[in-house]
Every structure is written in structure tokens, then in C-alpha cells.
């Protein structure tokens, strides 16, 4: 097994910049079967990384879908019709339905985006719910249970030749009167919607504060992120390490060995993109350069940042179908990234596993939160990986 740790010498404690409100999470309290997912404690997992308290916020099941993007996606694609639409004209609403209706001016629409799987899924799923067509551009390697979840929401699926980043850019093309392209990377011109993609995931951040508030206990001292793009990472360090809080935890990010866009990144302090194959069976992380709206934010707010092979992202799938939480690949990644980081992986990184180590302080006390973003995304595997351990739901 291997591991490649970067301490980031430009974190800073306290993010400056705008903080997301509660809004996205009185939208989706709107949406059909919306309900808090739960934040697990996981003693087992606590044991097996040798700290105080493990917290997992499960996502497996998050309005009807199997990870969380669909809180960016949905708010993203709601405040996008919003700005289509003549001022004021989606009005108060209450259910989707009346939503529906309000959009009868813009049809035919499609929402369209490139994924690696989660994100057009969601985005399909949301059009599906607004009357709207989706249009999914996805890479080749794509597993065929991924590309047919897409199209069992409704969405047109197009293959593309070539990477995830390849599939971005033929994506873009479809912006115009009939195509609404709702990505959650952003280039240069492009920064509006993915920055709301960011905004819709405090949704699960919120919820995670209001419980730790219900439950009168700290929050965490680490607090883990799977990194693709980074939209994700933006949104949880400015959650976490914004000027709201009085208590600022560490943050670690964790990559494919060979999809590390963002560890490469830090190192370089510019946003540098990293060629494929990007092919980890941790297929959401699979992205080759970061978003450019997420950076600024990011780069500061991530004290290190680690980039593993597959092997640990299959062990801890195993050690949380043991603690009754169903995992996908990328699901497990961040609690896979510290295990290998904490028991120290690779020979010939030692110094650095050993700083980033100093850098996040973990000990015997700490208190943990990791992100289960993902569940059983591609059943088949699941089952071939995690055995009869826990069925997907
Ligand atoms: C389940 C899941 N978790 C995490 C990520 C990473 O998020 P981001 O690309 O914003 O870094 C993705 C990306 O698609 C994902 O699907």
C-alpha cells in the first residue's frame, strides 16, 4: 500500500470570505421525502484508528439517492431557473409541484453536466422532479452500473471518449436557450453556478451542527473530506473553519494516488491539473484538475492532505459494513486515507506521514467526523467487495 502526505503551509485557522446561510436547507426541506441523515457513532471505527470518538455523517441515503450531491445539484439548478425566469415569477412556493408549474415558460429546458457518476445522477433526478430534460456527458470507463442509474432517472446519457475532464468540456458546449449546464466544476467564466453547488452542501453541515447542538456534545477535532474537485472541500472548510465558530478543527482531504489534483495543487500553490488514466475504483474522486471557484477557499482551509490506492478505501468499506453503515468506494475513502495516514503506510514517506501527523494533532482523545458521501453507488461491487458483511440498500 502507498500513501503520499502534503502538510499545507498556506492553512490558515480562521477563513475570511462569505459563510453559507441556512437557505439551501430550508429549500431542501421542501423537497419530497427530505430527512436529516443520520450522524453515526462509531466506536468500532473509533478502535480501529486508536482515537476518542468516531462520528460518521451518512449520506448513503439522502433525498431518495445514494450520496449527497444531490444538495448541490438541486440548489444549484433552483438558482439558476430562478435567474432565468422574469424577476419575482417563482414566487412563494411550498411544494415542488407549484415549482413545476412555475417553469412552464422555460421548457423545453435541459439541465445538463458532465459526472463521474453521483452529480449527473442527482441532476437528473432533480430535473426529473421539475419536468425538466437532462442531458449527462460521462467518461468511458464509466461502470455500466453508474451510467444506467443515470438513465434509469431519465437523463440522456452521452459517452464520451477520453476522462472526466474531457467529458466537462463537451458538456459546456450545450449552454444556451434549451441547455442549462449545472456543473459542479467551474473554469473561467463559469463560476456562479458551481459556487452555488458549494452553497447546497451546507445543507448537511447545518444538519450536523443542529445535532451536535440536540445532543449537547463538542464538536470535532478532524474533521475528514473526500476531495474530487474540491467543491466538497470548499464547502466544509468554510463551514468549519469560518469566523462563526469558536473551535476550528483540522481539516484532512484524501485523493486517489493518481487523481491528486488538489494535493498537487497545495504543492504547487496554483491549480495544476494531473494527466489520466484516472481510473480508482473511488470513481467520484477520479477528477484531474480542481474547480476554480472552490480553490481560494480550499487551499486555505485544508491542513493536509493525503492521496492513497485503492487497498485502504476497500478496508475501510469492510469496517464500516461492520459497523452497520453501508459505503461505496468513495464513501470509504476518507476513513481509508487515515488509516493508512495514522498507522503510517509507506516506507519511503515516513518524514512527511510524520509531520501531517504532527500537523492534524490526532490523539487517543480526539474526536473525529467523517463523511459516509457515497453508498452501495454500483451494488455489484459492493457485494463482490463487502461480501454478505451488509446489504445495499
Ligand atoms: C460521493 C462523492 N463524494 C465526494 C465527491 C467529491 O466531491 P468534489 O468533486 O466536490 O470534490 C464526489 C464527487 O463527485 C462524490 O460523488
Known amino acids: 500500500m502507498s500513501i503520499t502526505a502534503l502538510v499545507n503551509t498556506d492553512a490558515v485557522e480562521i477563513l475570511d470570505g462569505p459563510v453559507s446561510d441556512r437557505s439551501p436547507l430550508r429549500f431542501h426541506r421542501r423537497l419530497p421525502g427530505y430527512e436529516e441523515t443520520p450522524l453515526v457513532d462509531a466506536p468500532g471505527l473509533a478502535d480501529a484508528l486508536g482515537v476518542g470518538k468516531v462520528l460518521v455523517k451518512d449520506e448513503s441515503s439522502r433525498l431518495g439517492l445514494p450520496a449527497f450531491k444531490i444538495l448541490g445539484a438541486s440548489w444549484a439548478v433552483y438558482r439558476a431557473l430562478e435567474e432565468r425566469l422574469p424577476e419575482g415569477e417563482f414566487g412563494d412556493w411550498e411544494t415542488v409541484e407549484e415549482l413545476k408549474e412555475r417553469l412552464e415558460p422555460l421548457r423545453p429546458l435541459d439541465v445538463v453536466a458532465a459526472t463521474d457518476g453521483n452529480h449527473g445522477r442527482a441532476l437528473a433526478h432533480v430535473a426529473g422532479l421539475l419536468g425538466l430534460g437532462a442531458k449527462i456527458f460521462v467518461p468511458e470507463d464509466m461502470a455500466a452500473a453508474r451510467r ?14 477520453g476522462t472526466y475532464d474531457e467529458a466537462v468540456e463537451r458538456s459546456a458546449a450545450e449552454e444556451g436557450e434549451r441547455g442549462l449546464v449545472v456543473s459542479d466544476m467551474s473554469w473561467p467564466g463559469y463560476e456562479r453556478i458551481p459556487s452555488w453547488v458549494i452553497e447546497g452542501y451546507s445543507t448537511m453541515l447545518w444538519e450536523i451542527d443542529d445535532e451536535l447542538e440536540r445532543r449537547g456534545v463538542a464538536g470535532p477535532d478532524l474533521v475528514v473530506v473526500q476531495v474530487g474537485v474540491g467543491a466538497f472541500a470548499a464547502a466544509a472548510s468554510r463551514h468549519f473553519r469560518g469566523p462563526r465558530i469558536s473551535r476550528h478543527p483540522k481539516l484532512l482531504g484524501v485523493e486517489p494516488a493518481n487523481a491528486a489534483c488538489v494535493l498537487r495543487s497545495v504543492e504547487e500553490g496554483r491549480i495544476v491539473s494531473v494527466p489520466g488514466p484516472h481510473d480508482s475504483i473511488m470513481a467520484g474522486l477520479n477528477c484531474g484538475q480542481p474547480s476554480l471557484v472552490a480553490w481560494p477557499t480550499l487551499s486555505r482551509g485544508i491542513d493536509v492532505l493525503v492521496a492513497v490506492d485503492d487497498e485502504p478505501a476497500r478496508e475501510a468499506m469492510r469496517l464500516m459494513a461492520a459497523s452497520g453503515i453501508v459505503s461505496g468506494e468513495t464513501g470509504a475513502a476518507g476513513l481509508g486515507g487515515l488509516l493508512e495516514l495514522l498507522r503510517g503506510g509507506s516506507p519511503g514517506q515516513q518524514q512527511e506521514q510524520r ?6 494533532g490526532v490523539n487517543r482523545e480526539s474526536r473525529v467526523l467523517i463523511f459516509n458521501c457515497e453508498g452501495a453507488t454500483d451494488p455489484d461491487r459492493y457485494r463482490r467487495l463487502v461480501g454478505g458483511a451488509q446489504s445495499p440498500t
Do not use: N, S
Open 148 to 161: 444506467e442509474a443515470i438513465a434509469g432517472e431519465g437523463a440522456e446519457v452521452v459517452v464520451v471518449g
Open 355 to 360: 509531520e501531517a501527523r504532527r500537523a492534524l
